[in-house]
């Protein structure tokens, strides 16, 4: 008797036990942590958050690393500023020309053309229309103006800011200039640059570096 009591307690557990098994469904999970993260994902909805929004705009002031403000403002005046007085902060070198050579004609030769002259192959095919020639002498184009236009664009010329690294983008000014001067028919922007550049060195001393604004490794070099 008390054997047949215990198979019948048996099978009632084994059955109790089995007979919630669903093969298609996730068995036991003895740590559910493993497979459900508890960390908010990157796009989730959160009722502990603010706007239940995981995914929040960086908090204010934050500065991407590698990336420096930029000081001029997106206006009339800022532009005004910027042509007068931002200096290119790069050394003139002819690694940076050719680098500059090469990002000019991805970034800007279909519309500015090869020469700076406005005919770029999307005016040719009078896709766009308005575009000035480097050499217009209305426009006053310097190495601060030319930076500045890349950073915000003007009117419909997009800013090339988020394609180009502040590095780029004075390699691309170091063409531009040089286009410049090709097109007024005078020497080389940056060749007259290097000239004024090596005598004010050679008046302070014979190896001294020019500070280079680039990516952070290539800063660490010694302050002088
Ligand atoms: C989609 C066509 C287009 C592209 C691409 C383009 N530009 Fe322009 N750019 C224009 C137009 C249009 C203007 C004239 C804007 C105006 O004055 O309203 C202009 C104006 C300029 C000026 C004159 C600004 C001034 O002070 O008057 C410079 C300098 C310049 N662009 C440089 C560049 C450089 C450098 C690049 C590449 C990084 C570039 N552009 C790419 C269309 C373009």
């Not at 040719?124 to 000035?132: S, T, W």
Request: with cysteine; aromatic share 8%; proline share 5%.
């Amino acid at each position: 008797m008390r054997n047949i009591i215990n198979i019948g307690v048996l099978i009632i557990i084994s059955v109790g036990l089995t007979s919630c098994f669903n093969k298609k469904a996730p068995n036991y999970r003895y740590m559910p942590n493993m497979y459900t993260a508890t960390s908010p994902k990157t796009n989730g909805e959160y009722e502990i958050l603010p706007n239940q929004q995981a995914n929040m705009l960086p908090a204010e002031g934050t500065i991407p690393r590698g990336w420096k403000p930029y000081e001029y403002e997106n206006t009339i005046e800022g532009k005004a500023l910027a042509t007068a007085e931002l200096k290119i902060s790069l050394e003139i070198t002819d690694k940076n020309l050719a680098e500059g050579k090469e990002l000019y004609a991805i970034y800007c030769a279909l519309c500015h053309g090869d020469k700076g002259d406005g005919q770029g192959i999307l005016v040719k095919r009078e896709k766009f229309l308005g575009i000035p020639s480097y050499a217009d002498p209305g426009r006053n184009i310097t190495e601060g103006g030319t930076y500045h236009v890349m950073m915000f664009g003007l009117n419909s010329m997009g800013s090339h800011a988020s394609q180009t690294s502040e590095k780029e983008r004075w390699q691309i000014v170091m063409h531009v200039l040089d286009l410049k001067a090709t097109l007024n028919g005078e020497p080389l922007w940056s060749e007259t640059q290097k000239d004024s550049m090596m005598t004010s060195l050679e008046m302070v001393s014979e190896d001294i570096t020019p500070i280079v604004i680039g990516t952070e490794e290539e800063n660490t070099s010694e302050e002088h």
